[in-house]
């Protein structure tokens, strides 16, 4: 299974960006998809994440939105009114499990750079 983010880049403080993430390979079943991100020299974070609930980090909350096309296996992240604290590399990630198999398997995306200029 391999994961292809897009939708980083370079934003001014307060305005906005849609990351996407597209799941490929031999998926029978997803269980969650969501984000995590990881700023320089700081630990990996969780950001969002969509499966029989949606959550989001408290820093986020208002501001970013998850959402998910099943039909697709894709997953979004709409970024409004960002800061110079959400820059960070931002990677996508999806729990699943493949036909025939009782287990769930996690696989990354590659990572897209988001960063906010003050």
């Known amino acids: 299974v391999q994961l292809q983010a897009s939708g980083g880049g370079l934003v001014q403080a307060g305005g906005s960006l849609r990351l996407s993430c597209a799941a490929s390979g031999p998926i029978y079943e997803i269980n969650a998809m969501g984000w995590y991100r990881q700023a320089p020299g700081k630990k990996r974070e969780s950001v969002a994440n969509?499966?029989?609930?949606?959550e989001y980090a408290d820093s986020v909350k208002g501001r970013f939105t998850i959402s998910r096309d099943n039909t697709k296996n894709v997953v979004y992240l709409e970024m409004n009114s960002l800061n110079p604290e959400d820059t960070a590399v931002y990677f996508c990630?999806?729990?699943?499990?493949?036909?025939?198999?009782?287990?769930?398997?996690?696989?990354w995306g590659q990572g897209t750079q988001v960063t906010v200029s003050s």
């Open positions: 969509i499966g029989d609930n949606i």
């Open positions: 990630y999806v729990q699943y499990r493949v036909y025939g198999i009782r287990r769930w398997y996690d696989a």
